[in-house]
Nanobody
């Protein structure tokens, strides 16, 4: 089992920044690729970004390229999502997830473990 706990969400004005954290516990952190997703009310869960098990490879969905940055710290068993230039349409619950594979990380079915989510609200 891997337990994931997100933090760092909140209310921010458009154009502002937030950094989300996802602390992992349980099994060996470096054995898992990590992803961030979000879900807005009435919408499906959306892939944002993922980082490989080693941290050397990342992938981003087009809507967040250049604004969001994923990173991981193996010494702290934590993955981060730095979000800049936030827009009202970024408002959603943000989830981190852990996958045992580096493949197909844009799909929710690739992930075995999920956090409880953290709310991000961007005001205009």
């Amino acid at each position: 089992q891997v337990q994931l706990v997100e933090s760092g969400g909140g209310l921010v004005q458009a154009g502002g920044s937030l950094r989300l954290s996802c602390a992992a516990s349980g099994r060996t952190f470096s054995n898992y690729a990590m992803g961030w997703f979000r879900q807005a009310p009435g919408k499906e869960r959306e892939f944002l970004v993922a980082i490989s098990r080693s941290g050397t490879s990342t992938q981003y969905t087009d809507s967040v390229k250049g604004r969001f940055t994923i990173s991981r710290d193996h010494s702290k068993n934590t993955v981060y999502l730095r979000m800049n230039s936030l827009k009202p349409e970024d408002t959603a619950v943000y989830y981190c997830a852990a996958s045992p594979s580096n493949l197909r990380l844009e799909f929710t079915r690739s992930y075995d473990y999920w956090g409880q989510g953290t709310q991000v609200t961007v005001s205009s």
